[in-house]
């Protein structure tokens, strides 16, 4: 009897496995569990690498940022020390100084001390601390304060001191503990030092020490991007810390990051007692001090942990909830699963004639009809795919275009400023007068296209307003073919490129230089030409500014300033290369020592449009 049982009980199963509802049951079954848990830990690894690589660069984002705030703060206190350059009467009492009476010293010191004082009191420098002044013997001319120095030998002799000549008026940036162990004092962290002297006069000069705390480094280390366990570490040129947020797990990272970080820039992961750290790192090419952060990976990854839970619990909810709905509504679903899936095979091939047949109600005939809808506007998008890219054009254009004004207005003021220190009263109101003009040119023209002769005005005011500024420095020249005068060009093309010349030319020369604008109709086309006698640009250099002529405008990320570039010679090309593509061409050649000729070759034809009516008056 038992045994008849088992037979019957083993029958009944063998009959239900061999129906095909069931076989399909449980393959369904063992699809789904072994889709879910593909899915799960490819989405888990997927997850894991995203985040670990944004982490990654976002740490070294932010030490970008962090050697960029230092930089331009260290720039800003260099500015300050260069104070005598300003009035010739310093630079006379550097030279002649040796041979003053005891009187004459006192004054000169007084006033070389007053003019210090006066700079780093009138501006707020964050962490200043104190100012010594040194002669070339190693004499104290002056101080902030009631400092004690060591004997004059010493200072002579001194490290720091010795470098500062070397860098002959480059400012030399010192860490803690270098030096004649002056800089240990509690409330300093670092220092910088700068020489200056009559560049005819080598032997004579005067060497300006400013001491800095940590204000500077503890106000960068307050980011908001930063987790709780997050460390910044600051690196001197000797590889001595001189800052430090907080406490580094253990007492050997700090060594095991100066051993490791010895590149430009990059990131490593080492073991503390704390566990994994990833450290992100940046040399300075101004200070050439190292930011380095310190990220604990806990912190990093901790979230993931918890999503790792979470996807779990869903993925088996998920995986339940889909079964039982195979089992109530496989049949219905798959027929216009199906036919979903021909019409997608169909799209792939490119046919977008065929449409999806809409069943019920239901989610799958809301896909269907989605599906539809999508297919419509896909097809609509390509067939309006260029006019919205020339739409997209004509936005960067506007974009670049309004980059430029500001970045000479703030040149400009900056004039206006250092010769009201001067008191000469009658160039500052040439100049407002130049100014307003050119702004006066850029308001009352509302029109992209103007004339060559309305940019050629206004070249002129703009040279008078650097006549001015370099004192007669600069010889400025025409040579315009007399039918050029009224050719068609962007507004605001050539004051970039003479702007070029001036600041990264001629300004740099010793001596007077020349700036030529010339334009010819060549046979292949209408050459605008800017020329400088500077300084040159070397080769390295000049690679670097024609690999940046990139016509691929959506794949580049724009500079913010113009201490990153890209705001001069770079937006005149981009904004011709947007109109007329390959049809234009943009040449820069330059030579070390003999100057720098900017060629821009335009179309004969081009299909600028002039305005009809302009009123002198109209703004």
Not at 101 to 128: C, H, M, W
Not at 242 to 261: H, I, K, N, Q
Not at 266 to 288: C, I, P, Q, V
């Amino acid at each position: 009897m038992g045994t008849n049982a088992g037979r019957w009980i083993i029958g009944r199963v063998r009959a239900w496995f061999s129906q095909i509802r069931t076989t399909l049951l449980f393959s369904y079954f063992i699809v789904i569990l072994l889709c879910i848990a593909l899915v799960g830990t490819a989405s888990f690894y997927i997850s894991y690498q995203t985040m670990a690589a944004r982490i990654e660069s976002a740490g070294s984002q932010i030490v970008g940022q962090i050697e960029n705030n230092i930089d331009n703060d260290f720039h800003s206190k260099r500015n300050l020390l260069l104070a005598p350059y300003y009035d010739q009467q310093y630079i006379d009492g550097i030279n002649a100084y040796a041979e003053m009476s005891e009187q004459q010293k006192f004054l000169f010191r007084q006033n070389l001390v007053n003019l210090y004082l006066k700079s780093f009191n009138a501006t707020p420098i964050r962490g200043f601390s104190r100012f010594q002044i040194y002669y070339s013997n190693g004499e104290l001319l002056g101080a902030s304060d009631d400092f004690k120095p060591p004997a004059e030998a010493k200072i002579r002799n001194a490290d720091w001191f010795l470098r500062t000549i070397a860098a002959d008026g480059g400012v030399y940036f010192m860490g803690r503990g270098e030096g004649d162990g002056s800089i240990d004092a509690d409330n300093t962290s670092y220092a910088s030092s700068i020489l200056i002297r009559d560049f005819s006069n080598p032997e004579r000069f005067i060497v300006v020490r400013v001491e800095y705390n940590d204000e500077l480094f503890r106000t960068i280390g307050q980011s908001d991007d930063l987790s709780a366990g997050s460390r910044i570490v600051v690196f001197d040129q000797n590889d001595k810390t001189v800052y430090a947020s907080g406490t580094l797990p253990g007492p050997a990272p700090a060594t095991e990051l100066v051993a490791r970080a010895t590149g430009s820039k990059g990131k490593f992961w080492f073991n503390s007692d704390r566990g994994d750290m990833l450290a992100s790192y940046t040399r300075s090419n101004y200070t050439n001090w190292k930011i380095v952060l310190v990220m604990p990976r806990s912190e990093i990854f901790g979230p993931l942990d918890r999503i790792k839970t979470t996807v779990l619990y869903t993925a088996l909810v998920a995986f339940a909830f889909t079964f039982l709905l195979s089992v109530l509504f496989g049949r219905v679903i798959t027929k216009p699963i199906l036919n979903l899936y021909k019409t997608v095979n169909r799209l792939k091939r490119g046919d977008f004639s065929e449409r999806v047949a809409v069943g019920p109600n239901n989610e799958i005939g809301r896909i269907a009809a989605n599906f539809n809808a999508m297919q419509d506007e896909l097809q609509t998008l390509i067939e309006t795919k260029y006019v919205n890219q020339i739409k997209l054009q004509e936005v960067e254009l506007k974009m670049l275009y309004s980059q430029i004004n500001p970045h000479f207005l703030y040149n400009t003021l900056d004039s206006i400023r250092a010769m009201a220190d001067y008191y000469k009263v009658g160039e500052i109101g040439e100049v407002a007068q130049a100014l307003a003009d050119m702004f006066r040119y850029n308001t009352r023209n509302r029109d992209e296209i103007v004339t060559l002769q309305e940019e050629l005005e206004q070249i002129d005011a703009y040279m008078k307003i650097q006549g001015i500024r370099f004192d007669d420095k600069i010889v400025y020249e025409q040579d315009i073919e007399a039918s050029l005068y009224g050719f068609p060009v962007l507004k605001m093309t050539l004051q970039p490129l003479v702007e070029n010349a001036v600041f990264h030319g001629i300004e740099r020369k010793r001596g007077k230089g020349t700036i030529r604008i010339s334009a010819r109709r060549e046979p292949d086309g209408v050459h605008l030409a800017v020329t400088d006698d500077g300084v040159g640009i070397s080769e390295t250099r000049l690679g670097e500014l024609r690999a940046k002529l990139n016509w691929q405008l959506h794949r580049e990320e724009w500079p913010d300033s113009a201490a990153e570039g890209g705001i001069g010679v770079r937006n005149v090309y981009t904004r011709y290369a947007i109109r007329f593509g390959e049809r234009m061409s943009f040449r820069i050649d330059s030579r070390k020592g003999v100057g720098t000729r900017i060629t821009l070759v335009l179309p004969i034809d081009n299909d600028f449009a002039l305005p009809q009516i302009r009123s002198e008056y109209s703004t």
